[in-house]
T-cell receptor, first 115, second 115 residues
């Protein structure tokens, strides 16, 4: 059972455009939502993360929008650049006093930025 | 340089031949985890560890074992590998900040082929 559903599977965006990747989750106990970026041949790297006490978090050109009632969150990449071409994974976990017990990933979105 | 190292990076083996993939981090992180990455399935957590001698199952633990005898090392053991364990494996580590991992550092990955 896929607890975090990610869409689209692949995305092509023109340079300078806005890339939007969406995720939906089922477990209402999730309270930590990170996004990871992975380049070919490399391990994933944490890009940006949000907790449900805020509806939006922005770091440079990257923004997470979070909708707790809809159980959805999305990644927006403004002014997309060819260097942003990578696979992006959303994830969710249930925090505790000891840390995230299980980090559940979406299936990934392959983003290609074309000139 | 802060990093997570994995060895070997590539491995071809046969069904039933026990193998160990090592993972080591030099950042004094409490939390360590193993993931497998398969096309169309994204990253799935195999096992994780909150600290020395504390381990727990992720989403796909069957056929795998781990141990955490030292803080820096978190080996993944396949006692009797099978072809369905052919995959790309990632180790990750993080500090625990207020009970949640703010940044997870991933290793470079180990590509395993079981014949």
């Amino acid at each position: 059972q896929q607890q975090v559903k990610q869409s689209p599977q692949s995305l092509i965006v023109q340079k300078g455009g806005i890339s939007i990747i969406n995720c939906a989750y089922e477990n209402t106990a999730f309270d930590y939502f990170p996004w990871y970026q992975q380049f070919p041949g490399k391990g994933p790297a944490l890009l940006i993360a949000i907790r449900p006490d805020v509806s939006e978090k922005k770091e440079g050109r990257f923004t997470i929008s979070f909708n707790k009632s809809a159980k959805q969150f999305s990644l927006h990449i403004m002014d997309s650049q060819p260097g942003d071409s990578a696979t992006y994974f959303c994830a969710a976990s249930r925090g505790s006093n000891f840390g995230n017990e299980k980090l559940t990933f979406g299936t990934g979105t392959r983003l290609t930025i074309i000139p | 340089e802060a990093q997570v190292t994995q060895n070997p990076r590539y491995l071809i083996t046969v069904t039933g031949k026990k193998l160990t993939v090592t993972c080591s981090q030099n950042m004094n992180h409490e939390y360590m985890s193993w993931y497998r990455q398969d096309p169309g399935l994204g990253l799935r957590q195999i096992y994780y560890s909150m600290n020395v001698e504390v381990t727990d199952k992720g989403d796909v633990p069957e056929g795998y074992k781990v141990s955490r005898k030292e803080k820096r090392n978190f080996p993944l053991i396949l006692e009797s590998p099978s072809p369905n364990q052919t995959s790309l494996y990632f180790c990750a580590s993080s500090l625990l900040d207020r009970g949640l991992p703010e940044t997870q550092y991933f290793g470079p990955g180990t590509r395993l082929l079981v014949l």
